[in-house]
């Protein structure tokens, strides 16, 4: 059985790369990217089953690269990222194709958890 292979798309460098660790030592196949477009070509040469991405980065904002992940690559399940949470943008994100909506700070336990529930989702297509 092949390793979940996670993306964390966070602007937050020491963050996204933290947790991507974690989630190395944790049997998946994680790594970070800090933008959008970092995270788009990544998709493009080795598509992840999940990504993690921040809702707030410079430049194309988190729902507005939720959009162009999930019209290029409807597959990927999405788990948005947050540290400031409004109804507006959960609902924003889960109208846009999002999986879930998380938190930050998150329990790495918790995030794990969502992590199998999209990857569960994903291979039920």
């Known amino acids: 059985m092949s390793r979940t292979k996670v ?11 933290a947790l991507a ?21 990544a998709i493009r040469q080795d598509p992840p089953d999940v990504v993690l991405l921040d809702l707030r980065m410079p430049g194309m904002k988190g729902i507005e690269a939720l959009k162009v992940i999930k019209a290029s690559h409807p597959g990927i399940e999405v ?13 924003e994100g ?9 938190i930050k700070p998150v ?3 918790d995030l794990i958890i969502k992590i199998e529930q999209a990857k569960h989702k994903k291979e039920q297509r």
Do not use: N
């Open 107 to 109: 329990e790495i336990e």
């Open 7 to 17: 993306l964390v798309i966070d602007d937050e460098k020491e963050f996204a790369s």
């Open 79 to 91: 788990i948005i990222l947050t540290g400031l949470a409004s109804e507006k943008s959960a609902t």
């Open 94 to 102: 889960t109208l846009s194709g999002a999986f879930d909506y998380v």
């Open 21 to 41: 660790e974690r989630l190395q030592l944790r049997i998946y196949d994680a790594r970070a990217v800090y933008s959008a477009d970092e995270g788009f070509e």
